[in-house]
């Protein structure tokens, strides 16, 4: 395979929410769109990411084919012959490379990750596979030579991370791994593609996170249209009684214009501008709520009229193909540290 290669992924666990298909889902699908033919994409499940976290481990194998059925309603092109779709697990090289990688990684590297802080900290037990997340990670980069990771920008660290771990193995062994590129190149790619970060409707100062237990500032994509509608008109705003998009002082009435301008494809501009003058929220809510409703309805039918065996022949043949790449890469490293011969 000779394109150079985009590699990009969400976990599995967990329903998905507004904020995923508007932040990572939606992005994922325009990325196939701008740039299929000119580059290979990679799009993986990462599943052995899942349980980092604890999870409900009944319900892993359900929610990962859910999930790659989301993927297909929000619009990817399942038969684009440059993108191919696949689980982590059913690569075993992904597994296999991590062993390795890990005996070329630090400690104190991998302790000095943010995601590792913050999702451990208050824990009194926190798992190793947490810990080494960032190694697998890179395994999951490595293997394909991909080029570009799109990422939120708390995942930056470890494109980082996996770029320090390929030049360190490279000047030990040779030329093993093609690493990706700087991460000032990371963002100027990821700037072009940016993602649009969804707030909780409750507390818009924090994003829209699966984890809400409450989940009235949360709407999940299997959420009825009406009770998504509800959750909408409940949203945080202000008392400042005037509509302007500032995260800064207007966090709730700024996510509200961010989903209505996404829903509706207009400019952030556009819209804003139709609400100046107000000084009541009721009239961009049930305008929120409506585009809501509208989008849920449509994006469930579509998601009810996936073709299950469509989306398996591609999963199928694209984890062959990409069995086949990751392996050659795995080989290689094996004879660079002695194991193969």
Known sequence: MSKQVILTGLRANNDLHLGNYLGALLPMVDLQKKYAGEYQINLFVP??????????????????????????????????????????????????????????????????????KEKGEG??????????????????????????????????????????????????????FTPPVEIKKQLEFMSQNERLRIRDLVQPTKKMSKSDESGMGVIFLSDSPEIAAKKIMGATTDSMGKVQYDYETQPGVSNLLDMLATL???????????YEGQVQYGPLKKDVAEAVKTFLTDFQGKLANVNTDKLMHKL??????????????????????????
């Open 316 to 341: 199928e043949s694209s984890e062959a193909e990409m069995n086949v790449m990751a392996n050659s890469t795995l080989t290689k490293v094996q004879k660079a540290v002695g194991l193969r011969q």
């Open 264 to 274: 509706s494809n207009e400019p952030i501009g556009n819209v804003v501008k139709r």
């Open 123 to 176: 824990k009194q037990n926190v798992s190793a596979g947490l810990f080494d997340y960032p190694v697998l990670m890179a395994a999951d980069i490595l293997l394909y030579g991909a080029m570009y990771v799109p990422v939120g920008a708390d995942q930056t660290q470890h494109v980082e991370l996996t770029r320090n771990i390929a030049i360190r193995m490279n000047n030990k062994f040779g030329e093993l």
């Open 47 to 116: 599943d052995l990411h899942s349980f980092t976290t604890p999870i409900d481990h009944s319900k892993l194998y359900e929610q990962t084919m859910h999930n790659l059925k989301l993927f297909v309603a929000a619009g990817l092109d399942i038969e684009n012959s440059d993108t191919y779709i696949y689980r982590q697990s059913y690569i075993p090289a992904h597994s296999e490379l991590t062993v390795i990688l890990n005996s070329f990684t630090y400690m104190g590297e991998l302790s000095r990750m943010t995601q590792f």
